[in-house]
């Protein structure tokens, strides 16, 4: 069961991947490389490899490693657009429609089900803090382009992180539910 799960998000995530490269019906490297700029793409991303590699090495422990750090940064996409976007942006209907419903959605818990159900193996807290480092890199490059880049190269805050100049608090709590979300992974793993 775990390598078919793993097979559709890899292919998903394969699909919706090349569909970033088009826009209009042309394609655009412009288009995706704006699309790159957000958290979701790029744990969606790292998960489908995640996925892939778990099928073609299913019994290495590198593999497992690789799709539990990526199992848990698309954790955090979609608790992130459940606890935070959804109420701060106007709602869930957005977030959820078109590829957004796979990659808000879909893949996180694809990808939660596989890892905690059909790939348990037991985790130690050393491994768990691992899945917490896609947080902390995308929360510093983050932080980097939408506050301190130079004016001309910034992004503007679409997540709405810097809000009132927050981004402290933002960051820390991004960490503190990475880590959660860490937790909670580790303890499925170890039922």
């Known amino acids: ?18 569909l970033t490269f088009y826009r209009k019906g042309t394609w655009s490297a412009g288009h995706a490389r704006k699309a790159f700029r ?20 299913p019994g290495q422990g590198w593999s497992w490693t690789l799709k539990y750090v990526a199992t848990a940064a698309v954790s955090v996409t979609m608790l992130t657009v459940f606890l935070f976007l959804g109420p701060t942006q106007g709602g869930y209907a957005a977030l959820l429609r078109g590829s957004d419903f796979f990659m808000h959605l879909t893949t996180p818990l694809l990808a939660i089900i596989s890892f905690c159900v059909y790939e348990r193996r037991g985790m130690g807290f050393g491994t768990a803090l691992l899945g917490m480092l896609p947080v902390a890199l995308y929360g510093v490059w983050y932080c980097y382009k939408v506050v301190f880049a130079p004016e001309e190269k910034r992004w503007n805050d679409f997540y709405g992180f810097n809000r009132d100049g927050k981004w ?24």
Do not use: H
Request: charged share 0%; aromatic share 12%; glycine share 4%.
């Open 1 to 18: 069961m775990s390598a078919i799960i793993n097979a559709v998000i890899f292919a998903v995530t394969l699909a919706l991947t090349v």
């Open 168 to 191: 402290p608090i933002a960051f820390a709590a991004m960490l503190l539910g990475a880590f959660a979300v860490c937790m909670g992974l580790m303890a499925a793993q170890n039922l």
């Open 38 to 57: 957000f958290f979701t793409v790029q744990s969606n991303v790292f998960c489908g490899a995640a996925a892939l590699l778990m099928c073609l090495f």
